[in-house]
């Protein structure tokens, strides 16, 4: 089993929906998380960190569920440029700077 | 900031041959990775350093790959014999864990092995 499991999608929506991702992780150890964006033939980029307390940037919202072992990616009022790979990220423990990635969920926003 | 820089963009060789992939970090970076994506897999973690050292290289896949980081400023991924199923882009990243743990990417290399 994979440490960071996604839904590799795709997800098609209209602009202006609202869509989530899910991601589980199975190492209980790990003590941060991540999404990356990464589009087309480009380099992954870090999109926001994920805090067990919730993290909310404009109109992307990350949560932490320990006690599932999940994280989810909320895209509100989705626009045409938020179209992506999503890419979930563990790091695997706490003296560890070993940062797992998920394949990515991919996103399609269509006018 | 130049940001990580790899080379080079793309390689394009015949199986059997020796590959070498380059990568420098973000000047001031203590920790750099070497990544391969591929669609199958996905971005697989293959070695990381911390300060030049090898830390974990459980994700290399077997004794054809190497990696060296000489310095704080340089790291070398090699491939050698490279076989068709090498055929991938492999990322270098830098960060430094603190303040935040943001890893910087290169643009990658496309290896292709024929």
């Known amino acids: 089993r994979k440490e960071v499991e996604q839904d590799p999608g795709p997800f098609n929506v209209p602009e202006g929906a609202t869509v989530a991702f899910n991601c589980t992780y199975s190492?209980?150890?790990?003590?941060?998380f991540f999404w990356y964006r990464q589009d087309c033939r480009k380099e992954p980029k870090l999109l926001m960190s994920v805090y067990s307390s919730g993290n909310e940037d404009g109109r992307f919202t990350a949560q932490l569920n320990r006690a599932s072992q999940y994280i989810s990616l909320l895209i509100r009022d989705s626009k045409l440029s938020d179209s992506a790979t999503y890419l979930c990220v563990s790091r695997s423990g706490y003296n560890t700077d070993k940062l797992i990635f998920g394949t990515g969920t991919r996103l399609q926003v269509f006018p | 900031d130049a940001g990580v820089i790899q080379s080079p963009r793309h390689e394009v060789t015949e199986m059997g041959q020796e590959v070498t992939l380059r990568c420098k970090p973000i000047?001031?970076?203590?920790?750099l990775f070497w990544y391969r994506q591929t669609m199958m897999r996905g971005l697989e973690l293959l070695i990381y350093?911390?300060?030049?050292?090898?830390?974990?290289d459980s994700g290399m896949p077997e004794d054809r790959f190497s990696a060296k980081m000489p310095n704080a400023s340089f790291s070398t991924l090699k491939i050698q014999p490279s076989e068709p199923r090498d055929s991938a882009v492999y990322f270098c990243?830098?960060?430094?864990?603190?303040?935040?743990?943001?890893?910087?990417f290169g643009s990658g290399t496309q290896l292709s092995v024929l």
């Open positions: 990243a830098s960060t430094s864990r603190y303040p935040n743990e943001k890893l910087f």
């Open positions: 350093f911390n300060n030049n050292v090898p830390i974990d």
């Open positions: 190492n209980s150890a790990s003590q941060s």
């Open positions: 000047s001031g970076h203590n920790s």
